[in-house]
Nanobody, 115 residues
Framework: QVQLVESGGGLVQPGGSLRLSCAAS????????MTWYRQAPGKERELVAT????????TYVDAVKGRFTISRDNGKNTMYLQMNTLKPEDTAVYYC????????WGQGTQVTVSS
C-alpha cells in the first residue's frame, strides 16, 4: 500500500521558516523523482519544486527560488522542503507527489503565513 504522509505545516509569521517532511512507503522511493506542489485557496495546484531520484538535481518555481530548498534522504524514504523567509503568498496546502505513469499524492499539510 502506497503512502505519502506530509508533516511540518503550521502557522508562521512573515519572514519565518518551516520544514515540511514527506514520509514515503509502499514503493521504491529511491528510484523515483519527487515533487512538492501547493494549492492556495481559489487557485490551481502549482508545482513548487522537484528533485531527482538521487537528489543531485533540483528545480524551483521562480516565486520560491532562493527561499525554499528541496532535499531527500533515500535511506529514510523521506523528502523535505525547507522554507525560509516565508511570505503571506506562500499560504497554501502543500502536497508531496511521486510523479510517474501512476502518480502518488499525499494528503497535504496546511501552511499559513500571517501576522
Amino acid at each position: 500500500q502506497v503512502q505519502l504522509v506530509e508533516s511540518g505545516g503550521g502557522l508562521v509569521q512573515p519572514g519565518g521558516s518551516l520544514r515540511l517532511s514527506c514520509a514515503a512507503s509502499g514503493f521504491t522511493f529511491s528510484t523515483r523523482a519527487m515533487t512538492w506542489y501547493r494549492q492556495a485557496p481559489g487557485k490551481e495546484r502549482e508545482l513548487v519544486a522537484t528533485i531527482s531520484y538521487k537528489g543531485d538535481t533540483t528545480t524551483y518555481v521562480d516565486a520560491v527560488k532562493g527561499r525554499f530548498t528541496i532535499s531527500r534522504d533515500n535511506g529514510k524514504n523521506t523528502m523535505y522542503l525547507q522554507m525560509n523567509t516565508l511570505k503571506p503568498e506562500d499560504t497554501a496546502v502543500y502536497y508531496c507527489n511521486a510523479p510517474g505513469s501512476v502518480p502518488y499524492w499525499g494528503q497535504g499539510t496546511q501552511v499559513t503565513v500571517s501576522s
